[in-house]
């Protein structure tokens, strides 16, 4: 039996907001009452029940926190956790006074840990507010502040100060900022963090207990302001993987001029002595090949540039198909012209459910996660009772949940390239009921003598169909009702679809 067992934790952030503010915390905080307020009334509840997902773990039921940031349509914030980026859901709101109503999917950034809810405008309480988002960088040191669940059934506000610029990888590189902040051990995942003027400056997306990491919220403004006008975020990008890397190592070790680190030092504080290094490429993407771990990124299409965020925005208003990256690699300044590609036309929109696994083609996170390049047809999450689990090697999550790592190459022999070859082969699979995969395996594989095999090597294995599994289905999604469609797959040998 080909089973690899590694048993990884279910997961999952609850937040409850609570809608009233004692007294005593009210005054102790340095923030504005009127600030704190309007902050509380544009928070809501989710709760969230995942029926399927491609490659990220099942959420029964969540709460999770979110933000109300345009009134008139009904779009809320929240972090992407159990919401994106492929999860087949259903979400439903609870404002800040108690009131309920359901929510679709508006959007999800195919990079950033953050999505939007939308709800039926005429269902927000006339008491909500709309959270604004700051339109400059925060400074460090400055003074923030967030929410979160406390004892009693009162809301805990916790105050803090910006510490440092960072590029966090959850799991693809984002520009956030850290904060210094007691939380007391209370979960405040996916609350906004507000400044000393009630705009918003980030989306808490990881913490601790003394210290947070909030998104920077110029993603999410660029990303509204796109969404505000009816129409999707223009995203662009090369595939390249880039993290803070500190200017006293590039000296040190990249014989990076040291005339160059004053300039770049002087110019840009708020980088705290670091600068953006290539960390990877993505398998496929036009960095691939083009740039390599340990290039330092120093100017995009002739503009300096010191965080992430820059780097991402430059490549996101680009109007020219390509950019030019100045780097500095093996002791010298390069010009590497990349193309840029849409992260947006790799997104997950079809699943088919076969044999109770999901089959999808991978988007640039599963891609990063497989080690495979985008498009590539594979299978993801999978119940217990899957068909593949027993010959075909899985992570597992407490027996229940399996996830597959893997390059698929043949089923039944035939060759697979898209997700409708999978689709034409069904009724043939289910008809034969023994059939055969090929794969590369990108788990590591227990051996003897609890020895690893790291090895991405080719597998063939044998599957028997199971008259028992779900009923096979395709889930297309819908970008004008905003919900997943679901239809069965034809079981007759030949029918187009």
Aim: proline share 6%; aromatic share 12%; hydrophobic share 40%.
């Amino acid at each position: 039996m080909r089973k690899n067992t590694f048993y990884i934790p279910a997961y999952g952030y609850v937040i409850v907001w609570l809608f009233a503010i004692t007294p005593s915390l009210a005054s102790k905080s340095t923030f504005k009452p009127t600030i704190v307020k309007a902050a509380k009334q544009s928070m809501v509840s989710i709760e969230v029940s995942t029926s399927l997902t491609a490659y990220t773990f099942p959420v029964t039921t969540s709460d999770l926190s979110g933000v109300l940031v345009n009134k008139a349509k009904g779009y809320i914030l929240t972090i992407s956790y159990g919401i994106g980026p492929v999860a087949v859901g259903a979400y439903h709101i609870t404002f800040y006074n108690g009131q309920q109503t359901k929510a679709t999917l508006r959007y999800y950034d195919p990079w950033c840990c953050y999505a939007i809810l939308q709800v039926d405008p005429a269902a927000i309480p006339e008491a909500a507010t709309q959270a604004i988002f700051s339109q400059k960088d925060p400074a460090i040191e400055a003074p923030v502040f967030t929410f979160s669940k406390g004892k009693n059934n009162q809301y805990m506000i916790h105050e803090g100060t910006i510490t440092a610029c960072q590029v966090v990888d959850l799991p693809m590189p984002q520009q956030a900022f850290g904060v210094s902040m007691d939380t007391k051990g209370s979960e405040i995942h996916g609350a906004l963090i507000w400044n000393t003027k009630g705009e918003a400056v980030g989306l808490n997306i990881d913490g601790s207990k003394t210290a947070i990491s909030c998104l920077d919220g110029s993603y999410i403004s660029y990303a509204l302001s796109f969404l505000n006008e009816g129409t999707i975020p223009v995203r662009k990008h090369i595939g390249a993987l880039c993290g803070d890397y500190s200017l006293t190592e590039a000296v040190k070790y990249d014989q990076f001029p040291v005339e160059k680190q004053k300039e770049y030092d002087a110019n840009f504080p708020i980088a705290q002595h670091k600068i953006l290094q290539v960390k990877a490429t993505l398998h496929g993407s036009p960095a691939a090949g083009l740039l390599i771990p340990g290039d330092i990124v120093w100017a995009i299409d002739g503009r300096s540039v010191a965080r992430l965020i820059d780097l991402d925005m430059a490549m996101n208003t680009s109007t020219k198909a390509a950019c030019c990256l100045t780097i500095f690699r093996k002791g010298r300044f390069e010009h590497v012209n990349i193309s840029l590609y849409s992260p947006e036309a790799h997104k997950v929109r079809r699943i088919v459910q076969f044999g109770g696994a999901t089959f999808f083609e991978l988007d640039d996170v599963s891609s990063r996660l497989v080690g495979v390049p985008a498009s590539h047809v594979t299978f993801g999450a999978a119940g217990s009772n899957n068909i593949f689990r027993p010959n075909v090697y899985a992570l597992t999550a407490n027996e229940k949940i399996y996830f597959f790592c893997l390059k698929l190459l043949t089923v039944d022999d035939q060759p697979v390239a898209t997700l409708d070859d999978i689709i034409r082969l069904i009724p043939k699979l289910i008809e034969k009921k023994y059939f055969n995969i090929q794969y590369v395996n990108h788990l590591p594989v227990q051996f003897a003598l609890n020895f690893l095999l790291l090895g991405q090597d080719t597998y063939k294995a044998n599957i028997t169909y199971d008259e028992h599994s779900p009923e096979p289905r395709l889930f297309t999604w819908d970008p004008i009702q905003l919900a997943w469609n679901s239809d069965p797959i034809p079981l007759v040998p030949g029918a187009t679809y």
